[in-house]
């Protein structure tokens, strides 16, 4: 039952395939650090791979038949693309869903004060984080800030050479006995996520001198008064570029992996599958790591909206006939799960467990101990996906997150399931999950790239 390890099934072309592909993940990773950062990068290439705005569509009451492909967006948050097959969409899409939102510390609407000669901004953490991994890191500044008049400013401080970063500070350990002894959940508490944002006052003032000195460097150099972060989305996250790890660049370490690694090799799966007979759809959804909620996450009405809206381009659509191709859908909730971890064994189930360089993951379940909150798919659907694979030649392993009573986590997968449609966890390993920097390996993420193209063209 032990799975092939992948990187020993590649010839020299194929490792150059490998090698390839990972080129192009890094840029996107650069590129797409915030969901709306994300979703610019998506349209983009959707756009340069022949897809039009459904928006369009709509207002020009054209009609859509097989062969187009359209995409829509919502909010700059998620974006959902289909690609018309020449089956009825009342039979039913192939459809692979990921999100673009990642653990994160967001700025608060009031988040500017000075305290001991430094200006700080105050942060809430987005996201289930180990608070102490966050501090003592190079930080950047990535959003929007967007003034009354609807004028949207965009943000990003951090990335350049040339640009300044930021940091949470942390006690020095000669003084830190007292900390040490904590808890690690208690080691840094959420409202001491600060960020240090300035240290230089302003001369002849005495009251919040180096808060007026920020104050007035961003309004000269953005246009920003201190009301306008009220309008604002800032996300504060770590400052720096994805790169290969390890001395044989066999893996990827890089911010936002969970889940912009299944985002992405959805993405090229979804451009790369040209002419298809049944209807092939990439999800790219926003707020999973806070429960999917919100205009923009998958609990939302967009997705259905979307579908109703191609189906009434194609007149096709009823209620009914919506139902029916929800109901008659094939998913792959395109998620990561925790890679096996020798140094923290003890939490993981080895014969369950996924590893590095074995494929992409499927996971029949997900939820929490007694299976609570999981989408839990069936047997039948998992032969099929079997059947298909092993016929591709793809590399995949199946796995659980962790020990039964450890832990657990959840994914979109059971509220695309209340559709009635077959659904179940799919994506890649990681190692460090939710942690500032996370470790993928070259292999899984070009396997399950190959793992999501088949499934959209056999299905």
Avoid at 260 to 269: E, K, P
């Amino acid at each position: 039952m032990e799975r092939k390890n992948a990187w020993k099934t590649y010839n020299k072309k194929q490792l150059g395939e490998v090698d390839n592909f990972s080129k192009g993940y890094l840029k996107f990773l650069d590129k797409g650090k915030t969901e709306r950062e994300c979703a610019k990068v998506i349209v983009k290439m959707a756009k340069e791979a022949g897809y039009v705005d459904l928006a369009d569509v709509i207002m020009n009451k054209n009609k859509l038949k097989a062969g187009d492909k359209v995409y829509s967006v919502c909010m700059d948050k998620t974006v959902a693309l289909f690609n018309i097959g020449t089956q009825k969409l009342e039979d039913g899409m192939n459809i692979l869903g990921a999100h673009i939102d990642s653990p994160r510390m967001d700025v608060k609407q009031n988040p500017l004060y000075e305290n001991g000669d430094f200006a700080y901004l105050d942060t809430h953490y987005y996201g289930g984080i180990k608070k102490y991994q966050w501090v003592t890191l190079p930080l950047a500044l990535h959003g929007v800030v967007v003034k009354k008049d609807g004028t949207v400013i965009d943000i990003n401080i951090g990335e350049d050479d040339k640009d300044p970063v930021f940091c949470v500070t942390d006690l020095l350990i000669h003084l830190a006995g007292e900390q040490m002894e904590k808890k690690a959940v208690k080691v840094i508490e959420g409202e001491n996520l600060d960020v240090l944002f300035g240290s230089q006052p302003v001369k002849d003032k005495d009251k919040e001198a180096v808060k007026e000195n920020v104050l007035a460097l961003l309004k000269d150099k953005y246009d920003i008064d201190e009301e306008d972060f009220i309008s604002a989305e800032i996300e504060v996250v770590p400052a720096g570029k994805a790169r290969y790890a390890g001395i044989d660049k066999s893996m990827i370490m890089a911010y936002g992996q969970d889940d912009r690694v299944c985002a992405y090799t959805s993405l090229m799966a979804m451009l790369d599958v040209d002419e298809v007979s049944r209807t092939t759809c990439c999800l790219l959804t926003d707020k999973e790591e806070i429960g999917s909620v919100g205009a923009t996450g998958m609990q939302s009405k967009f997705f259905e909206n979307c579908v109703a809206e191609v189906m009434n381009a194609m007149g096709e659509f009823s209620e009914l006939f919506l139902r029916r191709c929800l109901a008659s859908s094939s998913m792959l909730s395109s998620d990561v799960n925790a890679a096996y971890d020798p140094l923290f064994a003890s939490a993981f189930e080895k014969n369950n467990a996924s590893y590095f360089g074995r494929g992409m993951v499927f996971s029949k379940f997900t939820g929490a101990r007694g299976k609570s909150g999981s989408n839990d798919a069936n047997a039948e659907y998992i032969a099929r996906i079997r059947n298909m694979m092993d016929e591709a030649k793809i590399c995949y392993q199946t796995a659980e997150l962790g020990k039964v009573d450890v832990g657990g986590g959840g994914t979109i997968a059971y509220i695309l399931s209340l559709y009635g449609m077959e659904v179940i966890d799919c994506g890649v390993a990681v190692l460090n999950m939710h942690a500032p920097w996370e470790i993928t390996s070259k292999a899984d993420v070009y396997e399950t790239y190959k793992g999501y193209k088949v499934f959209l063209e056999k299905a």
